[in-house]
């Protein structure tokens, strides 16, 4: 029903034409240094995270007790949550930065939308692409944990797909965001708040820690749901609530496209 | 036997469209018109900015869902079918938007995949477009250092990577120097010769007069007059002009004077037009009245006296 409902709303999607448009950044990826440069130093920053804070902090906290009764070193537990901020930001500063450039300035969209290729194709497209590039980031990320044995192999393979779902989740709410930026002194507001959700998502310290207002406002945040999740994977300890992370990060990752597409229509199909 | 003409499916005109009306808030870019272009013809809208000619071209081009009115483009309804038409037209839009991150021949190569082309066949209709508006030798430079004529008729390759059947071209040739349009014209030429449907806007009567078979004269968003470049003139203008100055004088002053010679008399603000079947007999009957213009220029009438005549403006300001 719903997915009938959804068919007879929905434009047509080729996956030829979705394919195309990463093609694109494929070949743009290859055309110069500075791109690099971008893709390199996103990868670091949750790396540095990990070592400054997981190993480094991490060795003043010693162990910590879970509310379950486990017990694991600090690294243990913050590694999966940085695992789960590496999909969120490689993800972002595609979707972000350089999906409102090509919007708004380089006129890359307006030339593709005179061809066949559509709004939500468009979206799809960029999306995909975001996803793969920060699926790099991610992999790199889970080789590191398990070559510091934060991480068995075995699991650290589950929470690969998971990281999956996490960037086109985040990925598709900073594409639909974008889509509403002015100009960019907006992005501060944006990295605001995700520096915000980078502290108090369940990242360094259990959100049980925190008073109960502030712990169900928490648990209504995606970043909390993203770490929850790659978390119960990483650790080797799913549960049920997993389902509902997942769940959260599915919704996430369809309304932010879905709305992503009707603005860009609205915006350069005037 | 030969088939009739009217039973040809080719005999359908590539656009048509009926009381057209583009509407932005209580702005109205696009007031009521009436459109036919027929398979091989070179169609011109012309006019000054903020005629409406730009909405109309993207109503044409699918990517600007029509008001009011009636539209149809390839026998097809833009709306509907918009990815369908716009698989089988070529876009070259008023300002450049070419892919600066892309080389050239990636510039085609990208955007023929757009339309589902494959790598192979994607690579060589690129370097066949390359060869044919003369860029081949800069195929794997980037985008930036080209030149404005060289980024033109690479946005005119880029509209060709599909093979169209209607070729939409808003303003090809603005903001270029005169030899870059020259070789523009001669490449929109040959395009033409091969058998391609061109619509264009522009707002240049020399432009207009080259390449259309037929256009419409366009102002405030409603269609003012409609033949060929020969036909208009001939109906809305005489055959020359005199252009007469009297130095620092008041041209309407003289145009008074003036009045009775040729057709008509029309004063611009540094200049009078005197309108007549000869423009030399015209300049006699000055001298006669014992007028001394410091300059008198004869020329052919063109459609800048059309428009002229039609607005009471000129087009280029």
């Known amino acids: 029903m719903l997915t009938t409902l959804l068919a007879a709303r929905l434009p047509a999607v080729s996956g030829a034409r979705v394919g195309a448009v990463m093609g694109r950044n494929v070949a743009s990826l290859r055309s110069g240094p500075s791109y690099w440069i971008v893709l390199v130093s996103g990868f670091f920053e949750p790396l540095l995270y990990l070592l400054s804070i997981g190993v480094g902090v991490g060795a003043l906290i010693g162990e910590l007790r879970l509310e379950d009764g486990r017990v694991l070193s600090y690294a243990v537990f913050v590694a999966p949550a ?85 960037g086109f989740a985040f990925g598709a709410v900073g594409m639909a965001l974008s889509t509403l930026m002015r100009g960019w002194q907006d992005f501060d507001l944006l990295n605001t708040g ?60 369809l309304a932010g496209l879905l709305f992503a597409a009707r603005r860009v229509e609205r915006l350069l199909c005037a | 036997m030969p088939t009739p003409l009217s039973a040809s499916p080719a005999a359908e005109p590539l656009i048509r469209a009926r009381g057209l009306v583009k509407r932005f808030g209580d702005f109205t870019a696009v007031d009521g018109i009436d459109v036919e272009v027929a398979p091989g013809e070179a169609f011109g809208f012309l006019g000054p900015n903020g005629a409406g000619k730009s909405s109309t071209m993207r109503m044409i081009g699918c990517v600007s869902s029509p008001t009011a009115g009636e539209l149809s483009i390839l026998g097809m309804d833009p709306v509907r079918d918009g990815a369908r038409i716009r ?19 990636e510039n085609l190569t990208t955007y ?51 093979e169209p059947d209607l070729v939409l071209l808003d303003e090809p040739t603005t903001g270029l120097d005169p030899q870059a349009r020259h070789l523009l014209w001669e490449r929109l030429f040959r395009l033409k010769q091969r058998g391609a449907t061109l619509v264009l806007t522009t707002h240049y009567m020399d432009e207009a007069e080259q390449l259309c078979d037929r256009l419409v004269v366009m102002d405030g968003g409603r269609i003012a007059a409609e033949g060929s470049p020969r036909s208009l003139i001939e109906t809305y203008s005489s055959p020359e002009v005199v252009e007469a100055r009297f130095g620092d004088a008041e041209p309407a002053e003289y145009a008074e004077k003036l009045a009775g010679i040729g057709d008509r008399v029309e004063a611009l603000p540094d200049r009078v037009l005197v309108y007549a079947a000869d423009g030399d007999a015209a300049v006699a009957a000055i001298h006669a009245r014992g007028l001394a213009p410091s300059t008198t220029l004869v020329r052919r009438s063109s459609l800048e006296d059309v428009f002229l005549h039609l607005t009471g403006r000129t087009l280029v300001d």
């Open chain 1, 194 to 253: 995700q520096f915000a959700l980078f502290l108090f998502s369940g990242t360094f310290a259990p959100v049980q820690a925190y008073p109960l207002g502030v712990e169900i406002l928490i648990q209504l945040t995606p970043l909390y749901h993203a770490v929850e999740l790659v978390r119960g994977l990483a650790l080797g300890s799913p549960g049920p609530g997993l389902l509902l992370n997942t769940a959260y990060l599915v919704a996430m990752a």
């Open chain 2, 112 to 162: 023929a995949r757009y339309f589902g082309l494959s790598r192979r066949e994607a690579r060589r209709r690129a370097d066949e477009l390359l060869e044919f508006v003369q860029l081949a030798d800069r195929a794997d430079s980037k985008v930036e250092p080209l030149s404005g004529g060289m980024k033109r008729r690479l946005t005119i390759a880029r509209a060709m990577v599909n």
């Open chain 2, 87 to 105: 698989a089988r037209l070529g876009v070259c839009p008023q300002q450049d938007n070419l892919d600066v991150d892309l080389t050239v021949r």
């Open chain 1, 82 to 166: 940085m695992l789960a901020v590496s999909a969120m930001t490689g993800v972002l500063a595609e979707t972000t930065f350089n999906f409102f450039f090509k919007m708004k300035y380089s006129k890359t969209f307006e030339a593709i939308l005179a061809t066949p290729v559509g709004p939500l194709e468009v979206a799809l497209g960029e999306l995909s692409w975001a996803v793969v590039r920060g699926s790099f980031y991610t992999a790199v990320f889970i080789g590191v944990m398990v070559a510091m044995d934060l991480v068995s192999l075995g699991w650290a393979l589950a929470a690969f797909p998971a990281t999956v779902l996490v």
